[in-house]
T-cell receptor
């Protein structure tokens, strides 16, 4: 079975531009979470979607938005890019909604976004 | 508030045992997870503790003490290939599914 897949793997944008990152969860997984990881730090929670509904949102500005499609794939959109948005964006899927006991996240390899 | 603390670096030799500690402060805590990440790739789940005590999975064990807000990851029979970053992550109720990750511990295994 394929793991969590993300595209693109690398992306270079300039300040003010908009970007869309894509994620396909493991087959059968209905929950997708997005995390931002800045070099040298741990991942920071951005969103969780389950059954196409937003279940949680981290402390990120409204420039960040996401959605989940009927096939459970997901997109993360970031508008008006800032230099500080440069990071590794990780998508993770799970079979159940995160926020309960014993959930296990399966991460993709991420999209490395560079904002110049 | 919510916070996690883990050492930034740990060094050990092949064949040895190493312990990576994690202390946390969060309300609504329900469990502590450990993830491994190599060179900024995909974090990989290692272990989860929802109850006090020790969980063992092969060469890896993880421990939790809720009363002390403390846990650790124990790696035995260290191998060079264990040289990765290790993150503890706290789950809390009513956080919308957020896992709070620590800053990560860079483990270096020397020959």
């Amino acid at each position: 079975d394929a793991g969590v897949t993300q595209s693109p793997t690398h992306l270079i944008k300039t300040r003010g531009q908009q970007v869309t990152l894509r994620c396909s969860p493991i087959s059968g997984h209905k929950s997708v979470s997005w995390y931002q990881q800045v070099l040298g730090q741990g991942p920071q929670f951005i969103f969780q979607y389950y059954e196409k509904e937003e279940r949680g949102r981290g402390n990120f500005p409204d420039r960040f938005s996401a959605r989940q499609f009927p096939n459970y794939s997901s997109e993360l959109n970031v508008n008006a890019l800032l230099l500080g948005d440069s990071a590794l964006y990780l998508c993770a899927s799970s079979s159940r909604p995160v926020g309960q006991d014993n959930e296990k996240l399966f991460f993709g390899s991420g999209t490395q976004l560079s904002v110049l | 508030g919510q916070s996690l603390e883990q050492p930034s670096e740990v060094t050990a030799v092949e064949g040895a045992i190493v312990q990576i500690n994690c202390t946390y402060q969060t309300s609504g805590f329900y469990g502590l997870s450990w993830y491994q990440q190599h060179d900024g790739g995909a974090p990989t789940f290692l272990s989860y503790n929802g109850l006090d005590g020790l969980e063992e999975t092969g060469r890896f064990s993880s421990f939790l003490s809720r009363s002390d807000s403390y846990g650790y990851l124990l790696l035995q029979e260290l191998q060079m290939k264990d040289s990765h970053s290790y993150f503890c992550a706290v789950g809390a109720y009513n956080q919308g599914g957020k896992l709070i990750f620590g800053q990560g511990t860079e483990l270096s295994v020397k020959p």
